[in-house]
T-cell receptor, first 113, second 112 residues
């Protein structure tokens, strides 16, 4: 089944403890991206990747890192999480072949205490 | 600044009504526009994608239109059903690059 898989689904952590949220897609998509969703602010793009080893900042990249070493994986890294990074995070991918429908993962609810 | 706005934030209608959801964007030079559905606690599902050269796209009871000159897109839902209850979001892409700007969504409730 074609899908975007994020892990974990829920995560509670403490300020300053490094964490990684994984994202994997099995559709051979070139494009992958990360978003955070906050009440009243909607979805905001954190980082995106047009292909392997190519990443770019979205609208809210501060405090986040990403890497794209393989086509299928696009992990989101929080080196030193802070409470203002408490949010619902989504990973998405698309083929980038002209038909650019985005496929989303189920989300990761992160709480930073 | 490029912005995407969806009004109203919430909408409640009785079952069977035809309804229109609105999406406005500040810069008319868009590359494409996409409508999504989000169920509570779930990810987003792409409903319709309209390229800048297109005026509308249809899928079943859904029809999305695009008017670049006025900076507007509408999502028309025919004969609404309780199962249509969800949050609907639009997102605009301004070029072939990777940036995507979302509206804040319209939360739709269809009452039986």
């Amino acid at each position: 089944e074609a899908r975007v898989t994020q892990n974990p689904r829920y995560l509670i952590t403490v300020t300053g403890k490094k964490l990684t949220v994984t994202c994997s897609q099995n559709m051979n998509h070139e494009y992958m991206s990360w978003y955070r969703q906050d009440p009243g602010l909607g979805l905001r793009q954190i980082y995106y990747s047009m292909n392997v080893e190519v990443t770019d900042k979205g609208d809210v990249p501060e405090g986040y890192k990403v890497s794209r070493k393989e086509k299928r994986n696009f992990p989101l890294i929080l080196e030193s999480p802070s409470p203002n990074q408490t949010s619902l995070y989504f990973c998405a991918s698309s083929p980038r072949t002209g038909n650019e429908k985005l496929f989303f993962g189920s989300g990761t609810q992160l709480s930073v205490l | 600044k490029q912005e995407v706005t969806q009004i109203p934030a919430a909408l409640s209608v009785p079952e069977g009504e035809n309804l229109v959801l609105n999406c406005s964007f500040t810069d008319s030079a868009i590359y494409n526009l996409q409508w999504f559905r989000q169920d509570p606690g779930k990810g987003l599902t792409s409903l319709l994608l309209i390229q800048s050269s297109q005026r509308e796209q249809t899928s079943g009871r859904l029809n999305a239109s695009l008017d670049k000159s006025s900076g507007r897109s509408t999502l028309y839902i025919a004969a609404s059903q309780p199962g249509d209850s969800a949050t609907y979001l639009c997102a605009v892409k301004y070029n072939q690059g990777g940036k995507l700007i979302f509206g804040q969504g319209t939360e739709l409730s269809v009452k039986p």
